[in-house]
Protein backbone atom coordinates (compact mmCIF):
# COMPACT_ATOMS: atom_id res chain seq x y z
CA UNK A 1 0.00 0.00 0.00
CA UNK A 2 1.12 3.62 -0.53
CA UNK A 3 1.68 4.26 2.87
CA UNK A 4 4.10 1.54 3.43
CA UNK A 5 6.25 3.12 0.72
CA UNK A 6 5.93 6.59 2.43
CA UNK A 7 7.01 5.35 5.78
CA UNK A 8 9.92 3.03 4.25
CA UNK A 9 11.43 6.48 2.37
CA UNK A 10 10.89 8.22 5.92
CA UNK A 11 13.12 5.31 7.50
CA UNK A 12 15.19 4.91 4.63
CA UNK A 13 16.04 8.81 5.37
CA UNK A 14 16.12 9.03 8.72
CA UNK A 15 18.83 5.90 8.87
CA UNK A 16 20.75 8.33 6.16
CA UNK A 17 20.53 11.76 8.86
CA UNK A 18 20.86 9.22 12.36
CA UNK A 19 23.35 7.06 11.10
CA UNK A 20 26.69 7.83 13.51
CA UNK A 21 23.73 7.97 16.41
CA UNK A 22 22.68 4.58 15.03
CA UNK A 23 25.72 3.01 15.00
CA UNK A 24 25.09 2.36 11.03
CA UNK A 25 28.73 1.73 8.95
CA UNK A 26 29.20 2.90 5.86
CA UNK A 27 27.90 0.71 3.45
CA UNK A 28 31.11 -1.11 2.23
CA UNK A 29 32.63 -0.89 5.77
CA UNK A 30 35.50 0.84 4.35
CA UNK A 31 37.96 3.65 4.62
CA UNK A 32 39.73 4.99 1.43
CA UNK A 33 43.01 6.89 1.81
CA UNK A 34 43.88 8.46 -1.69
CA UNK A 35 45.79 11.39 -3.22
CA UNK A 36 43.98 14.64 -3.88
CA UNK A 37 44.71 15.04 -7.63
CA UNK A 38 41.94 15.99 -9.61
CA UNK A 39 42.72 13.56 -12.17
CA UNK A 40 41.91 10.55 -9.69
CA UNK A 41 38.25 9.88 -9.57
CA UNK A 42 38.05 7.68 -6.04
CA UNK A 43 34.64 6.33 -6.47
CA UNK A 44 34.58 5.57 -10.34
CA UNK A 45 38.35 3.86 -9.96
CA UNK A 46 37.02 1.92 -7.29
CA UNK A 47 32.91 1.62 -8.45
CA UNK A 48 31.30 2.76 -5.44
CA UNK A 49 28.73 5.07 -4.81
CA UNK A 50 27.69 7.87 -2.16
CA UNK A 51 27.33 6.20 0.95
CA UNK A 52 29.31 3.22 0.43
CA UNK A 53 32.66 4.52 1.80
CA UNK A 54 34.89 7.19 4.27
CA UNK A 55 37.30 8.60 1.58
CA UNK A 56 39.88 10.25 3.24
CA UNK A 57 42.35 12.56 0.76
CA UNK A 58 45.41 14.79 0.92
CA UNK A 59 48.82 15.31 -0.92
CA UNK A 60 50.16 11.82 -2.06
CA UNK A 61 47.36 9.68 -0.45
CA UNK A 62 50.08 9.30 2.19
CA UNK A 63 50.26 7.90 5.61
CA UNK A 64 50.09 11.41 7.87
CA UNK A 65 49.42 11.86 11.73
CA UNK A 66 45.73 13.13 10.70
CA UNK A 67 45.21 10.25 8.20
CA UNK A 68 46.06 7.87 11.16
CA UNK A 69 44.18 9.80 13.59
CA UNK A 70 40.86 9.46 10.83
CA UNK A 71 41.81 5.31 9.83
CA UNK A 72 41.65 4.96 14.16
CA UNK A 73 38.34 6.82 14.14
CA UNK A 74 36.35 5.07 11.38
CA UNK A 75 37.81 1.12 12.02
CA UNK A 76 37.51 1.19 16.19
CA UNK A 77 34.40 3.18 16.56
CA UNK A 78 32.40 3.32 12.80
CA UNK A 79 32.57 -0.19 12.25
CA UNK A 80 34.80 0.00 9.54
CA UNK A 81 36.94 -3.25 8.16
CA UNK A 82 38.68 -2.69 5.33
CA UNK A 83 41.49 -0.11 3.67
CA UNK A 84 42.41 0.84 0.49
CA UNK A 85 45.18 3.17 -0.37
CA UNK A 86 45.20 4.66 -4.09
CA UNK A 87 48.20 5.99 -4.84
CA UNK A 88 48.70 7.66 -8.46
CA UNK A 89 50.94 8.00 -11.74
CA UNK A 90 52.42 11.62 -12.78
CA UNK A 91 51.80 12.41 -9.05
CA UNK A 92 52.94 16.06 -7.94
CA UNK A 93 54.48 14.75 -4.93
CA UNK A 94 57.25 13.40 -7.30
CA UNK A 95 58.26 16.95 -9.03
CA UNK A 96 60.31 18.29 -6.00
CA UNK A 97 62.23 17.26 -2.89
CA UNK A 98 60.94 18.07 0.63
CA UNK A 99 64.90 20.26 0.59
CA UNK A 100 63.40 22.63 -2.26
CA UNK A 101 60.12 23.06 -1.50
CA UNK A 102 61.55 23.99 2.20
CA UNK A 103 63.76 26.26 0.48
CA UNK A 104 61.51 28.08 -1.51
CA UNK A 105 59.25 28.72 1.47
CA UNK A 106 62.43 29.75 3.31
CA UNK A 107 62.53 32.63 0.61
CA UNK A 108 58.78 33.18 1.12
CA UNK A 109 59.83 34.86 4.84
CA UNK A 110 58.84 31.80 6.19
CA UNK A 111 60.82 29.50 9.28
CA UNK A 112 59.74 26.26 8.51
CA UNK A 113 61.66 25.41 12.13
CA UNK A 114 59.38 27.31 13.94
CA UNK A 115 55.81 26.87 12.11
CA UNK A 116 53.50 25.70 13.97
CA UNK A 117 51.43 22.32 11.92
CA UNK A 118 48.31 22.40 13.50
CA UNK A 119 47.31 25.99 14.22
CA UNK A 120 44.06 24.45 16.54
CA UNK A 121 46.98 23.20 18.08
CA UNK A 122 49.62 26.02 18.24
CA UNK A 123 52.16 23.97 21.04
CA UNK A 124 52.46 21.27 18.32
CA UNK A 125 55.70 22.33 16.31
CA UNK A 126 58.08 19.93 14.43
CA UNK A 127 61.47 19.30 15.70
CA UNK A 128 63.93 21.53 14.31
CA UNK A 129 65.14 19.94 10.42
CA UNK A 130 62.57 18.03 10.22
CA UNK A 131 59.94 20.05 8.23
CA UNK A 132 61.20 18.71 4.51
CA UNK A 133 60.47 14.94 5.96
CA UNK A 134 57.18 15.89 7.11
CA UNK A 135 56.10 17.09 3.67
CA UNK A 136 56.52 13.64 2.67
CA UNK A 137 57.89 13.70 -1.14
CA UNK A 138 58.70 10.27 -2.66
CA UNK A 139 60.06 8.82 -6.24
CA UNK A 140 58.89 5.82 -6.66
CA UNK A 141 54.68 5.64 -7.03
CA UNK A 142 55.02 1.87 -6.76
CA UNK A 143 57.56 1.74 -3.32
CA UNK A 144 55.23 4.70 -1.76
CA UNK A 145 52.28 2.72 -2.40
CA UNK A 146 53.34 -0.47 -0.85
CA UNK A 147 54.86 1.62 2.00
CA UNK A 148 51.78 2.95 3.17
CA UNK A 149 50.17 -0.01 3.46
CA UNK A 150 52.59 -1.49 6.00
CA UNK A 151 52.49 2.14 7.74
CA UNK A 152 48.79 1.16 8.00
CA UNK A 153 49.09 -2.14 8.93
CA UNK A 154 51.44 -1.93 11.61
CA UNK A 155 49.44 0.76 13.14
CA UNK A 156 48.78 -0.08 16.82
CA UNK A 157 45.87 2.33 16.41
CA UNK A 158 44.28 0.01 13.71
CA UNK A 159 42.81 -3.48 14.32
CA UNK A 160 44.64 -6.29 13.31
CA UNK A 161 41.49 -7.94 11.41
CA UNK A 162 41.05 -4.66 9.19
CA UNK A 163 41.93 -5.98 5.93
CA UNK A 164 44.75 -3.30 4.05
CA UNK A 165 45.36 -3.49 0.02
CA UNK A 166 46.94 -0.55 -2.35
CA UNK A 167 46.51 0.15 -5.80
CA UNK A 168 48.07 2.21 -8.58
CA UNK A 169 45.43 4.61 -10.86
CA UNK A 170 47.32 4.96 -13.85
CA UNK A 171 46.37 8.31 -14.87
CA UNK A 172 47.65 7.33 -18.70
CA UNK A 173 45.14 4.83 -19.05
CA UNK A 174 42.47 5.69 -16.46
CA UNK A 175 42.33 2.54 -14.49
CA UNK A 176 43.84 0.98 -11.02
CA UNK A 177 46.72 -1.70 -11.06
CA UNK A 178 48.55 -3.54 -8.26
CA UNK A 179 51.60 -2.22 -7.45
CA UNK A 180 54.98 -2.90 -9.62
CA UNK A 181 52.62 -4.67 -11.82
CA UNK A 182 52.47 -2.88 -15.14
CA UNK A 183 50.59 -4.40 -17.73
CA UNK A 184 52.48 -2.61 -20.50
CA UNK A 185 55.82 -4.11 -19.19
CA UNK A 186 54.57 -7.35 -20.16
CA UNK A 187 52.85 -6.37 -23.68
CA UNK A 188 55.38 -4.29 -25.18
CA UNK A 189 58.55 -6.57 -26.03
CA UNK A 190 58.95 -10.75 -27.12
CA UNK A 191 61.42 -10.07 -24.21
CA UNK A 192 58.59 -9.74 -21.66
CA UNK A 193 56.32 -12.00 -23.61
CA UNK A 194 58.74 -14.94 -23.66
CA UNK A 195 58.63 -15.60 -27.10
CA UNK A 196 59.90 -18.80 -28.18
CA UNK A 197 62.23 -19.56 -30.92
CA UNK A 198 64.32 -21.84 -32.87
CA UNK A 199 67.66 -23.25 -31.25
CA UNK A 200 70.05 -24.45 -33.92
CA UNK A 201 72.24 -27.27 -33.23
CA UNK A 202 74.05 -27.23 -36.59
CA UNK A 203 76.09 -24.16 -37.39
CA UNK A 204 75.05 -21.75 -39.89
CA UNK A 205 76.25 -21.67 -43.50
CA UNK A 206 77.71 -18.34 -44.54
CA UNK A 207 75.89 -17.02 -47.75
CA UNK A 208 78.97 -16.95 -49.38
CA UNK A 209 79.53 -20.55 -49.35
CA UNK A 210 76.78 -22.19 -50.93
CA UNK A 211 77.97 -19.78 -54.02
CA UNK A 212 81.62 -21.32 -54.38
Known amino acids: MLHQQVDQKISEKEAWALRRQLGIPNNKRLWVLACMDERLPVEKALGIGEGDAHIF ?24 K ?11 MMTASGDFLSEVLRNQGIDVDQVSVDPALPELKLPKGVFSKWIKTFTDVDEICTQQVELLRNSALIPQDVVIHGYIWEVESMSLRRPYKRLSDQVNTASAMKTKTTKH ?6 IGSLIE
Request: hydrophobic residues 40%.
Open 57 to 80: RNAGGLVTDDAIRSAMLTTQFFGT
Open 82 to 92: EIIVINHTECG
Open 201 to 206: TEPILE
